[in-house]
């Protein structure tokens, strides 16, 4: 939720900058803005996406060693020119861009009125601009220890970059509990939200603590902690790949993940199933694999998708390691009085791994003596920070703000944790672990056979359908995650209200709904509720109901009673939902193009919210 990036060196500062935000432009969209310290410092702000900006400096650029940047993601103020960050003090002393929210902002704003301050934002982010400023004038203290002095009475989420223009050859970085990447150059520092924003440069990163002071120079680097003793930075090299960010010859970055997602479901269990001898390792669960076969209990946390994620988990881990599984959303379990017992394990599942729900119910577990452990995807990001352990889910970077490939990365590493402790339980015959493993590794060439057979068929079914305001997606078993994650991608791209069901539960509300203008998606293909689903489709054609229909190959039933029907390839049934949820992943893409939506930006939405 909005992305924060800082240069100072030996180069141009602007081209670093501009890169840097493009990068990050899925964490929020809706205005931009860069500050340049050259000649005197240049600030350049505007509604609208990192291209506009540009457009709007024009192709000399700024001229200026060191600069910050910022795309935003509204909070605080519609998304407007003014409200666009850099933030600067009505003085112009100091420069801010700021992820976060502050929440004690008017407070703090009455405060500085009364002494005279005036604003020209709605934004929380500039009364931290005068606020450092206000202190720096009255103490006539440094700019580093008015950051510091003015931080202690705001009460929020923050990471934070500031030039000081009394003080133009430093870049001033501070976070508290939003994320912030420091990357070490050749004669050169970088900040960022998040790292793949600045690994072109640099592998040399530093994550600074809550509340440690950064302050950067071309050539060195102080890190204070909150005691103002400064300390040796902890620098960790980056390893990932930055993978291939562009579009590649695709129109839009969803249809590419999509499609990538044969490949990132392969790296996701490459080096993790093995066929000689039969075996999944874990690398990341060793330490605590004794706590999770002994867990009397898995609580699944996570936000969105991910959540979605953990209610396959939820299957798939009660079916085959036999362990009480429950899934809760991380934004209601962390104001709960959760019963946290001495065996329970917690999961907290996370694309991004910054996700501020889920951070604060990690941490609200761990205060509790919680085991917690991640499965993330971003690496180096907060959650795998702060957890004992984890799995990374390896899908590579995910752009498009709807999530699809980190989904099915996800619910790859969830069925080989399963696996993995059916195995180690004994709950698993030796033939029926190997039979899973290989079945495991063909799901990359069906969901490649899907994508083949289907992309065209699914794009004819959107031009359809595509004028319809409401949408009906059901399932049962673990096809109910399913219906609940076809329904968000749909709603997230498309804006057009769809809900996810129980296919059972359809008699208690939703059939109320259906006439001839809703079209209802049953993901059925085949398992021990064949029959009922059958019997669902049936109520819901009586009622002259349109039904697209998820089925296997040579499914005659269903094929005969749905308006149309979509097949995918059969395997195991817990292996499924990887197939079934791709038709349904390409529904809403088309959907979505052809209602002229932004596929990759949509309105409101952003990837990673480091919000509450
Ligand atoms: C946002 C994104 C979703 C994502 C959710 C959780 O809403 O748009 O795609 O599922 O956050 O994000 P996380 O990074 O924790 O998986």
Redesign the pocket.
């Known amino acids: 939720m909005c992305g924060i990036i800082g240069y100072v060196g030996t180069e141009d500062a602007y081209p670093v900058i501009i890169q840097g935000l493009k990068r990050l432009e899925y964490r929020g969209y809706d205005s931009a803005g860069v500050a340049i310290a050259g000649d005197g410092v240049h600030l350049y702000k505007r509604k609208g996406k990192v291209k506009d900006l540009e457009d709007y400096i024009g192709p000399e650029g700024i001229k200026g060693k060191l600069g910050i940047g910022h795309t935003r993601w509204a909070t605080h103020g519609e998304p407007e020119d003014k409200n666009a960050h850099p933030h600067r003090s009505m003085h112009g002393h100091f420069i801010v861009v700021h992820n976060g929210i502050i929440e004690n902002y008017v407070r703090l704003k009455e405060r500085l009125m009364s002494k005279g301050y005036r604003f020209s934002s709605d934004t929380d982010t500039e009364v931290i601009a005068n606020l450092i400023e206000y202190t720096y004038l009255k103490g006539n203290v440094s700019a580093l220890t008015a950051i510091r002095l003015a931080l202690r009475k705001v009460i929020g989420a923050y990471g934070l970059g500031i030039i000081c223009t009394d003080e133009p050859d430093k870049l001033f970085a501070i976070r508290k509990g939003s994320p912030l990447v420091i990357g070490i150059g050749e004669n050169a520092h970088y900040i960022a939200s998040d790292a793949p924003a600045i690994m072109e440069h640099t592998r040399k990163v530093v994550y600074p603590d809550d509340d440690e002071m950064v302050v950067l120079w071309n050539d060195h680097m102080i890190l204070q902690t909150p005691e103002n003793h400064n300390h040796k930075p902890v620098v960790k090299i980056l390893d990932q790949e930055i993978g291939d960010i562009g579009k590649g010859s695709f129109p839009h970055y969803m249809l590419k993940e999509i499609f990538e997602q044969p490949d990132s479901i392969r790296d996701t269990f490459r080096g993790r199933i093995s066929e000689d001898p039969f075996a999944i390792h874990l690398g990341g669960l060793y330490s605590v694999l004794p706590a999770l076969r002994y867990a009397g209990r898995i609580i699944i946390l996570?936000?969105?998708?991910?959540?979605h994620a953990g209610l396959i988990g939820e299957y798939l881990l009660e079916e085959f390691a036999h362990i009480p599984v429950e899934v809760e959303y991380a934004s209601e379990f962390r104001y709960r009085h959760p019963v946290i017992r001495k065996d329970d394990v917690i999961i907290a599942?996370?694309?991004?791994?910054?996700?501020a729900d889920?951070l604060a119910a990690i941490r609200k577990a761990r205060e509790a003596g919680a085991l917690v452990l991640g499965i993330c995807n971003v690496v180096g990001s907060s959650i795998p920070r702060e957890t004992e352990a984890g799995v990374y889910t390896h899908a590579g970077p995910e752009i498009g703000?709807?999530?699809t490939k980190?989904f099915t990365a996800q619910v790859t590493v969830l069925t080989m944790i399963a696996m993995l402790l059916a195995k180690e339980k004994n709950l698993i015959d030796d033939r029926s672990f190997h039979r899973f493993i290989r079945e495991l590794k063909k799901i990359p060439e069906k969901i490649r056979y899907i994508l083949a057979q289907n992309n065209d068929v699914i794009r004819d079914l959107a031009e359809q359908y595509k004028d319809v305001n409401n949408f009906l997606y059901l399932g049962r078993g673990y096809f109910f995650p399913v219906a609940l994650e076809g329904a968000l991608k749909l709603k997230?791209i498309s804006y057009i209200h769809a809900e996810g069901y129980p296919a059972a539960e359809m008699k208690h509300g939703p059939i109320a709904l259906i006439d001839e203008n809703m079209p209802v998606v049953f993901i059925a293909p085949k398992d021990d509720t064949y029959d009922k689903i059958v019997s669902n489709i049936r109520e819901v054609k009586a009622r002259k109901g349109k039904v697209i229909a998820i089925v296997n190959e040579k499914d005659r039933t269903i094929s005969e009673l749905a308006t149309h029907v979509i097949e995918i390839p059969s395997t195991f049934l817990a292996l499924t939902p990887l197939l079934a949820v791709i038709p349904l992943q390409l529904l809403a893409y088309h959907m979505a193009v052809l209602r002229g939506c932004n596929v990759d930006q949509p309105r409101n939405?952003?990837?990673?919210?480091t919000v509450e």
């Open positions: 996570g936000c969105g998708t991910s959540w599942i996370s694309q991004s791994g910054e996700t889920t703000v709807a999530s980190a997230e939405l952003a990837k990673s919210v």
